[in-house]
């Protein structure tokens, strides 16, 4: 039979986790196959070319384009110093000279004859990529990067800000419908990945960069708190580029939202424990969720793997409902019909009967609901 493909978001305490760590260009792999790494481990490197910039050379010196290049002090190729005398032209007996300072640190790229224009190429940029999380290398591609493996806790966000980044878990709710404020963050929350309950606060989120945090994890955030923190409205590509100090994950929406109980309990087992984390997500074609990663967490749990969700939506399965009137609620299915059923849009589309956590039972869009994966 037919089904609709249904969204997941891991919550899990015990499963396997690859990271492919790939450079942008070719490199150098540091690391070999079936080494154990640290997260902070640079398992590859690359030097990204600088930027060009020309220059009108024979105009600087005031000659023809066809002889710029005897009057060169930096050969082709040749390195120099910002400040330092590149090119000289004198005349009367060297009364007069007109000279070119380097504008930068750099390289003479080259100098055309044609158009007397110079040519000089700022300093490679170094690029290095970290393992991320710690574990063990299982696969090298050659000049490029590597995989690693490490079996750990995972929990996926609806929504973040912010790229990579590790640190010590920093669990600071009593419920999972606490708010975090700034006053509840201070100096003992450097370096850490601060937990908090149904919300953050825009105070707090510029509290938590006053004090060093490098992230910090909440039910929900108001958006208008949000782009007061970026400084910019957020659009609808990729996020993870952010120029921020801090990397901002939240697990179930936008506004108050009371955080899972699952995502909330697992999170506050993992107190005190080395995290690394991402807010890079994507909601359109090719999926990608913000995430809450802690290496070699054993909590006894049956491990999961990449096949365990495989059966779809079913009687009993947890769910998350992503669209209105209970955008946020979380929710077990009950039912599934096999016939399709008109909704308000008057669209035919299959649904499910749902239970909510009030106990009320409704009927829901299978489009409009995730899996929570366990």
């Known amino acids: 039979m037919a089904h609709a493909y249904t969204p997941g978001l891991k919550v899990t305490e015990a499963t396997i986790i690859r990271k492919q760590r790939r450079l942008p260009i070719l490199g150098e792999v540091l690391v070999?196959?079936?080494?154990?790494?640290?997260?902070?481990?640079?398992?590859?490197?690359?030097?990204?070319p600088g930027d060009p910039e020309a220059i009108n050379l024979a105009n600087r010196l005031g000659v023809e384009p066809s002889d710029v290049k005897r009057f060169l002090l930096v050969e082709?190729?040749?390195?120099?110093?910002?400040?330092?005398?590149?090119?000289?032209?004198?005349?009367?007996?060297?009364?007069?000279?007109?000279?070119?300072?380097?504008?930068?640190d750099g390289t003479v790229e080259m100098v055309s004859t044609l158009t007397g224009t110079l040519t000089l190429r700022r300093p490679a940029v170094?690029?290095?990529?970290k393992a991320y999380i710690d574990g063990q290398v299982v696969e090298v591609m050659p000049d490029e990067g590597v995989v690693v493996e490490t079996q750990g806790a995972l929990v996926q966000g609806i929504f973040g800000v912010g790229g990579e980044a590790y640190g010590e878990i920093k669990f600071m709710a009593d419920s999972p419908t606490d708010v975090l404020t700034a006053e509840e963050i201070d100096s003992s929350c450097r370096g850490k990945v601060i937990i908090g309950g149904a919300l953050v606060t825009g105070e707090a989120l510029k509290k938590a960069v006053e004090?060093?945090?490098?992230?910090?994890?909440?039910?929900?955030?108001?958006?208008?708190?949000?782009?007061?923190?970026?400084?910019?409205?957020?659009?609808?590509?990729i996020t993870g580029q952010e120029d921020i100090d801090l990397t901002l994950i939240v697990t179930e929406g936008f506004g108050r939202i009371?955080?899972?109980d699952k995502t909330f309990q697992l999170l506050k087992s993992l107190d005190g424990y080395a995290a690394s984390i991402n807010g890079a997500t994507q909601i359109r074609a090719g999926v990608m969720r913000p995430e809450i990663i802690v290496s070699g967490y054993q909590a006894?749990?049956?491990?999961?793997?990449?096949?365990?969700?495989?059966?779809?939506?079913?009687?009993?399965?947890p769910i998350r409902i992503i669209r209105e009137p209970w955008f946020g609620r979380l929710a077990t299915v009950v039912e599934l019909p096999?016939?399709?059923?008109?909704i308000e849009t008057e669209a035919k589309v299959r649904v499910l009967r749902a239970r909510l956590d009030s106990g009320e039972v409704v009927t829901i869009p299978r489009a409009n609901v995730e899996i929570i994966e366990s």
């Open 300 to 317: 006894g749990g049956k491990t999961a793997d990449e096949g365990d969700l495989a059966q779809g939506l079913q009687p009993g399965t």
């Open 338 to 342: 096999p016939e399709l059923q008109v």
């Open 32 to 48: 070999k196959g079936g080494e154990e790494v640290k997260a902070t481990t640079v398992v590859a490197r690359a030097e990204l």
């Open 258 to 260: 009371d955080m899972a």
């Open 211 to 237: 004090v060093g945090a490098v992230g910090l994890v909440a039910g929900g955030i108001i958006d208008s708190d949000l782009i007061d923190f970026l400084g910019y409205d957020i659009g609808v590509a």
């Open 126 to 129: 170094p690029v290095e990529v």
């Open 76 to 104: 082709e190729g040749g390195s120099f110093t910002k400040g330092q005398v590149i090119a000289r032209a004198t005349s009367f007996f060297g009364l007069f000279k007109r000279e070119l300072e380097a504008p930068f």
